[in-house]
Each structure stands twice: as structure tokens, then as C-alpha cells.
């Protein structure tokens, strides 16, 4: 329950304890739950689309739910993306990427990759037909958080000190990877059956593709890339599903 715990708090803005008992290693081992979150959250999506399309037209409503999706992340993969945009933008070799991409301050690419990624994350949840929305919006959240289980686990710190990602990359292992895997897909052949492991595998595969290409870049992965991947693979969960259901 502790790391289930740490898992929910750390993923979004609830707060059920303040337990000062949670350690570094029980964040890395929560990664377990990182798909448990993930369904959560989209159920919580489905039922702010649920209320808002009592009174409001269906593209609005798309756009409050993306809304919702932020707040109730805190903007935490945003902040990932936007960070490592800047660093691929602006560093030349590896020192000066993760520099960059540790650095608070937010620079114009940054900014231009958040509104088109924000763009064609609502462009797409308007285009999933109306009949599977529900469904997309739970395992969006699924998908994307279980990839960064796959990051960490998979590949070492790029950092040579100390940062968030550190305990993942250390305590997340075969264990916590193989449990939300098996997770992600219960949930994805119960809610679109072959079509939902379509959709996993090609997630697998771009993650794994995003991790071989920042060990090559940095010589492994941060939590900002963590970030963006949860955010990139949101947004193909929607392409896709828009692909196979149109």
C-alpha cells in the first residue's frame, strides 16, 4: 500500500499521507502501480467528460479534459517535455544537453513544442469516435505512464549525480516492469481486445526506440525524459487509436 502511495502522490496532485517513511528505494518499486495511476486518472477523465458534456458542446468538453489531465498531473511530463525539447534544441554534446535540460528557465522551443503537442493531443481525442472515447481516455494515462516504467527500468542514469529520476532508474527492475506490463495489458485487452496489444506493442517500441536514441545522445535517461515520453506516447495512443477506429 506505501508504494501504491507513492506511486499516486508522486503522479499527481492528490495527497493522501504525508508519511515521511517513504523512501527512495519504495518510489522505484511503486513504478509497479505506475499503470494502477494511469486508470485512475482516466477514470477521473471520464468523469469530468461525463459532467461537462451535460451543458457544453463535445469539442469543448475534449479541451476541459485535457485541461483536467494537466492540473491533475501537476504538469509534471509537460515539464518533462518542455525541458528536453530545449535540451535536444540547444545542446551540442552531452554536458550541455542535460545542463539545459536541468535548468529552470524555459526557452522558445520549448514553448513552440508544448503548443503543438497540446494541439494535436486535443485535435486528436476531438477525432477518436464518440463510442471508444471513454475508453481512450483510460488508457491514454495507462500507456503513458507505463512507458516511463520501461525507461527506467531498461536504461541507466544519464546524470552522473544525484537527480529525480535516480531512484527510479536504481530500484525499478525486472520485477516492477514485468508487473505493470502485465497490468497495462489486462487493461488494454479488456477494453479494445487485439487491437489494445496493436496498440501496446507499437507504444513498447517507440519507447524502446526513444531510449536507445537518448543512450546514444546523453548515455541514458533523466526524468524530464521520462516526462516526455509519457507525453509523446499519450498523444500516439490517441493517433492510433484514431488510425485503427476511424
Same mark, same amino acid.
Not at 69 to 76: E, F, K, P, Q, Y
Not at 180 to 209: D, K, N
Given at each position: 500500500?506505501?508504494?501504491? +502511495?507513492?506511486?499516486?502522490? %508522486? !503522479?499527481?496532485?492528490?495527497?493522501?499521507? $504525508?508519511?515521511?517513511? &517513504?523512501?527512495?528505494?519504495?518510489?522505484?518499486?511503486?513504478?509497479?502501480?505506475?499503470?494502477?495511476?494511469?486508470?485512475?486518472?482516466?477514470?477521473?477523465?471520464?468523469?469530468? $467528460?461525463?459532467?461537462?458534456?451535460?451543458?457544453?458542446?463535445?469539442?469543448?468538453?475534449?479541451?476541459?479534459?485535457?485541461?483536467?489531465?494537466?492540473?491533475?498531473?501537476?504538469?509534471?511530463?509537460?515539464?518533462?517535455?518542455?525541458?528536453?525539447?530545449?535540451?535536444?534544441?540547444?545542446?551540442?554534446? $552531452?554536458?550541455?544537453?542535460?545542463?539545459?535540460?536541468?535548468?529552470?528557465?524555459?526557452?522558445?522551443?520549448?514553448?513552440?513544442?508544448?503548443?503543438?503537442? !497540446? +494541439?494535436?493531443?486535443?485535435?486528436?481525442? &476531438?477525432?477518436?469516435?464518440?463510442?471508444?472515447?471513454?475508453?481512450? !481516455?483510460?488508457?491514454?494515462?495507462?500507456?503513458?505512464?507505463?512507458?516511463?516504467?520501461?525507461?527506467?527500468?531498461? %536504461?541507466?542514469?544519464?546524470?552522473s549525480g544525484n537527480g529525480t529520476a535516480l531512484v527510479f532508474t $536504481?530500484? *525499478?527492475?525486472?520485477?516492477?516492469?514485468?508487473?505493470?506490463?502485465?497490468?497495462?495489458a489486462v487493461i488494454l485487452i479488456g477494453l479494445f481486445q487485439l487491437r489494445g496489444l496493436v496498440i501496446m506493442l507499437?507504444?513498447?517500441?517507440?519507447?524502446?526506440?526513444?531510449?536507445?536514441?537518448?543512450?546514444?545522445?546523453?548515455?541514458?535517461?533523466?526524468?524530464?525524459?521520462?516526462? *516526455?515520453?509519457?507525453?509523446?506516447?499519450?498523444?500516439?495512443?490517441?493517433?492510433?487509436?484514431?488510425?485503427?477506429? *476511424?
Amino acid at each position: 500500500m506505501k508504494e501504491f +502511495i507513492a506511486a499516486l502522490q %508522486f !503522479l499527481t496532485i492528490i495527497r493522501v499521507s $504525508r508519511d515521511p517513511d &517513504i523512501t527512495g528505494e519504495d518510489l522505484g518499486r511503486s513504478m509497479s502501480y505506475y499503470p494502477v495511476v494511469g486508470f485512475l486518472i482516466g477514470l477521473t477523465l471520464v468523469a469530468v $467528460r461525463a459532467v461537462f458534456s451535460l451543458f457544453l458542446p463535445l469539442p469543448v468538453v475534449d479541451i476541459l479534459v485535457i485541461v483536467a489531465l494537466v492540473i491533475l498531473s501537476g504538469a509534471l511530463h509537460l515539464d518533462g517535455f518542455a525541458d528536453t525539447i530545449d535540451g535536444l534544441a540547444g545542446g551540442r554534446d $552531452r554536458e550541455k544537453t542535460l545542463a539545459i535540460m536541468r535548468d529552470n528557465k524555459i526557452g522558445s522551443f520549448a514553448v513552440v513544442g508544448l503548443i503543438l503537442l !497540446l +494541439i494535436l493531443k486535443v485535435s486528436a481525442l &476531438i477525432e477518436v469516435p464518440g463510442e471508444i472515447k471513454n475508453a481512450a !481516455l483510460l488508457i491514454m494515462p495507462v500507456l503513458g505512464r507505463w512507458s516511463t516504467v520501461q525507461l527506467a527500468s531498461g %536504461f541507466s542514469y544519464a546524470r552522473s549525480g544525484n537527480g529525480t529520476a535516480l531512484v527510479f532508474t $536504481r530500484f *525499478a527492475g525486472r520485477k516492477e516492469y514485468v508487473i505493470s506490463t502485465l497490468i497495462t495489458a489486462v487493461i488494454l485487452i479488456g477494453l479494445f481486445q487485439l487491437r489494445g496489444l496493436v496498440i501496446m506493442l507499437l507504444i513498447a517500441a517507440i519507447t524502446l526506440l526513444l531510449g536507445l536514441f537518448f543512450k546514444r545522445r546523453i548515455g541514458g535517461v533523466t526524468g524530464d525524459i521520462m516526462g *516526455a515520453a509519457n507525453e509523446i506516447n499519450e498523444v500516439i495512443t490517441l493517433l492510433m487509436i484514431c488510425a485503427l477506429f *476511424a
